[in-house]
Protein backbone atom coordinates (compact mmCIF):
# COMPACT_ATOMS: atom_id res chain seq x y z
CA UNK A 1 0.00 0.00 0.00
CA UNK A 2 2.61 2.03 0.83
CA UNK A 3 4.54 1.74 -2.19
CA UNK A 4 1.00 3.28 -4.11
CA UNK A 5 1.94 6.85 -2.16
CA UNK A 6 5.34 7.21 -4.18
CA UNK A 7 9.28 6.65 -3.70
CA UNK A 8 9.39 8.84 -1.08
CA UNK A 9 7.17 7.42 0.65
CA UNK A 10 8.83 4.09 0.51
CA UNK A 11 12.15 5.52 1.19
CA UNK A 12 10.37 6.79 4.81
CA UNK A 13 9.25 4.01 5.80
CA UNK A 14 12.10 1.92 5.63
CA UNK A 15 14.15 4.44 7.38
CA UNK A 16 10.88 4.75 10.04
CA UNK A 17 10.79 0.77 10.05
CA UNK A 18 14.56 0.22 11.09
CA UNK A 19 14.31 3.29 13.51
CA UNK A 20 11.08 1.95 15.01
CA UNK A 21 12.55 -1.99 15.29
CA UNK A 22 15.26 -0.38 17.20
CA UNK A 23 12.86 1.60 19.91
CA UNK A 24 11.11 -1.33 20.54
CA UNK A 25 13.82 -3.96 21.50
CA UNK A 26 12.55 -3.48 25.24
CA UNK A 27 9.11 -3.87 24.78
CA UNK A 28 9.35 -6.92 23.69
CA UNK A 29 11.48 -7.79 26.21
CA UNK A 30 9.52 -7.03 28.72
CA UNK A 31 6.79 -8.13 27.22
CA UNK A 32 8.26 -11.67 27.07
CA UNK A 33 9.18 -11.32 30.91
CA UNK A 34 5.39 -10.89 31.48
CA UNK A 35 4.38 -13.89 29.21
CA UNK A 36 6.66 -16.10 31.70
CA UNK A 37 5.93 -13.89 34.71
CA UNK A 38 2.06 -14.77 34.49
CA UNK A 39 2.46 -18.15 33.73
CA UNK A 40 4.73 -18.69 36.62
CA UNK A 41 2.50 -16.64 38.79
CA UNK A 42 -0.66 -18.67 37.75
CA UNK A 43 1.23 -22.15 38.04
CA UNK A 44 1.93 -21.17 41.67
CA UNK A 45 -1.81 -20.49 41.94
CA UNK A 46 -1.45 -16.59 42.80
CA UNK A 47 -3.53 -15.36 40.31
CA UNK A 48 -4.40 -13.10 42.26
CA UNK A 49 -0.89 -11.51 41.97
CA UNK A 50 -0.88 -11.43 38.29
CA UNK A 51 -2.37 -7.73 37.60
CA UNK A 52 0.41 -6.58 39.83
CA UNK A 53 3.01 -7.86 38.21
CA UNK A 54 2.43 -6.88 35.04
CA UNK A 55 1.79 -3.68 36.27
CA UNK A 56 4.88 -3.51 37.37
CA UNK A 57 6.51 -4.57 33.90
CA UNK A 58 4.38 -1.85 32.29
CA UNK A 59 6.45 0.74 34.17
CA UNK A 60 9.85 -0.73 33.90
CA UNK A 61 9.23 -1.08 29.79
CA UNK A 62 8.12 2.00 29.64
CA UNK A 63 11.02 3.40 31.60
CA UNK A 64 13.56 1.53 29.60
CA UNK A 65 11.66 2.79 26.34
CA UNK A 66 11.35 6.24 27.20
CA UNK A 67 15.15 6.92 27.44
CA UNK A 68 15.38 5.43 23.90
CA UNK A 69 12.37 8.15 22.73
CA UNK A 70 13.91 11.00 24.30
CA UNK A 71 16.90 10.41 22.76
CA UNK A 72 15.57 9.71 19.58
CA UNK A 73 13.31 12.93 19.62
CA UNK A 74 16.17 15.12 20.70
CA UNK A 75 18.46 14.01 17.99
CA UNK A 76 15.90 12.28 15.28
CA UNK A 77 18.36 13.82 12.14
CA UNK A 78 21.22 11.91 13.07
CA UNK A 79 19.46 8.56 14.51
CA UNK A 80 18.12 8.34 11.01
CA UNK A 81 21.40 9.18 9.45
CA UNK A 82 22.34 5.79 10.53
CA UNK A 83 20.05 3.73 7.83
CA UNK A 84 20.22 6.56 5.20
CA UNK A 85 23.10 9.26 3.82
CA UNK A 86 20.62 11.25 2.19
CA UNK A 87 19.41 14.12 4.18
CA UNK A 88 16.34 15.22 2.07
CA UNK A 89 14.70 11.44 3.14
CA UNK A 90 16.33 11.97 6.81
CA UNK A 91 14.67 15.27 6.92
CA UNK A 92 11.12 13.97 5.70
CA UNK A 93 11.48 11.03 7.89
CA UNK A 94 11.01 13.09 11.05
CA UNK A 95 7.41 13.41 11.19
CA UNK A 96 6.59 9.68 10.72
CA UNK A 97 9.61 9.21 13.74
CA UNK A 98 7.85 11.46 16.49
CA UNK A 99 4.95 8.93 15.38
CA UNK A 100 6.90 6.03 16.31
CA UNK A 101 7.89 7.72 19.35
CA UNK A 102 4.78 7.41 20.73
CA UNK A 103 3.92 4.04 19.30
CA UNK A 104 7.08 2.32 21.38
CA UNK A 105 5.73 4.54 24.50
CA UNK A 106 2.02 2.72 24.24
CA UNK A 107 3.52 -0.55 22.54
CA UNK A 108 5.87 -0.77 26.16
CA UNK A 109 1.66 -0.69 27.64
CA UNK A 110 -0.04 -3.01 25.20
CA UNK A 111 2.57 -5.51 24.38
CA UNK A 112 3.45 -6.30 27.84
CA UNK A 113 -0.67 -6.57 28.82
CA UNK A 114 -1.15 -8.60 24.98
CA UNK A 115 1.78 -11.39 26.42
CA UNK A 116 0.26 -11.33 29.49
CA UNK A 117 -2.86 -12.74 28.12
CA UNK A 118 -0.69 -15.31 26.07
CA UNK A 119 0.98 -16.23 29.50
CA UNK A 120 -2.76 -16.83 30.73
CA UNK A 121 -2.52 -20.15 28.70
CA UNK A 122 -5.71 -19.19 26.75
CA UNK A 123 -3.69 -18.78 23.18
CA UNK A 124 -6.98 -18.76 21.11
CA UNK A 125 -8.05 -16.03 23.00
CA UNK A 126 -4.95 -14.29 22.07
CA UNK A 127 -4.91 -15.27 18.64
CA UNK A 128 -8.62 -14.08 18.04
CA UNK A 129 -7.60 -10.97 19.78
CA UNK A 130 -4.59 -10.61 17.92
CA UNK A 131 -6.01 -11.61 14.49
CA UNK A 132 -9.43 -8.90 15.28
CA UNK A 133 -7.17 -6.41 15.70
CA UNK A 134 -5.12 -7.00 12.49
CA UNK A 135 -7.48 -6.61 10.57
CA UNK A 136 -8.40 -3.15 11.60
CA UNK A 137 -4.83 -2.62 11.51
CA UNK A 138 -4.60 -3.37 7.85
CA UNK A 139 -8.55 -1.52 6.69
CA UNK A 140 -6.50 1.52 8.72
CA UNK A 141 -3.62 1.54 6.90
CA UNK A 142 -5.43 1.12 3.59
CA UNK A 143 -7.46 4.15 4.63
CA UNK A 144 -4.57 6.37 5.62
CA UNK A 145 -2.81 5.58 2.79
CA UNK A 146 -5.37 6.78 0.12
CA UNK A 147 -5.66 9.62 2.08
CA UNK A 148 -2.99 11.17 4.61
CA UNK A 149 0.79 11.19 4.66
CA UNK A 150 3.27 8.83 5.54
CA UNK A 151 3.61 9.80 8.82
CA UNK A 152 -0.25 9.32 9.14
CA UNK A 153 0.00 5.41 7.85
CA UNK A 154 2.24 5.37 10.39
CA UNK A 155 -0.55 6.28 13.40
CA UNK A 156 -1.74 2.70 12.53
CA UNK A 157 0.50 1.70 15.14
CA UNK A 158 -1.23 3.76 17.68
CA UNK A 159 -4.16 2.11 16.68
CA UNK A 160 -2.70 -1.41 16.71
CA UNK A 161 -1.29 -0.53 20.55
CA UNK A 162 -4.25 1.28 21.72
CA UNK A 163 -6.71 -1.47 20.55
CA UNK A 164 -4.35 -4.32 21.68
CA UNK A 165 -3.61 -2.80 24.68
CA UNK A 166 -6.85 -2.16 26.18
CA UNK A 167 -8.60 -5.06 25.04
CA UNK A 168 -6.15 -7.12 26.24
CA UNK A 169 -6.46 -4.94 29.70
CA UNK A 170 -9.95 -5.83 29.95
CA UNK A 171 -8.95 -9.45 29.26
CA UNK A 172 -6.55 -9.60 32.16
CA UNK A 173 -9.38 -7.65 34.66
CA UNK A 174 -12.04 -9.28 33.80
CA UNK A 175 -12.06 -12.61 32.12
CA UNK A 176 -11.67 -15.61 34.50
CA UNK A 177 -8.54 -17.08 32.83
CA UNK A 178 -7.61 -18.05 36.39
CA UNK A 179 -9.59 -20.82 36.48
CA UNK A 180 -8.15 -21.79 32.88
CA UNK A 181 -6.99 -25.38 33.34
CA UNK A 182 -3.87 -25.95 31.24
Not at 83 to 98: F, G, H, M
Not at 104 to 118: D, K, N, P, R
Not at 119 to 124: A, I, M, R
Amino acid sequence: MIEKMGETAIGVSSVVRSTYMILIIPGIAFASTANTLTSRIIGEGKSNEVMASVWKVVKNSFLCSLVLVVVVAIIPQLVLQIYTEDLALAQAAIPSVYVICVATLLGAFSMTFFEAVSGTGNTTAAMALEFGILIIYIIYVFLMSKTSTIAGVWTAEWVYNILIGLISLVYIWKADWGRKRI
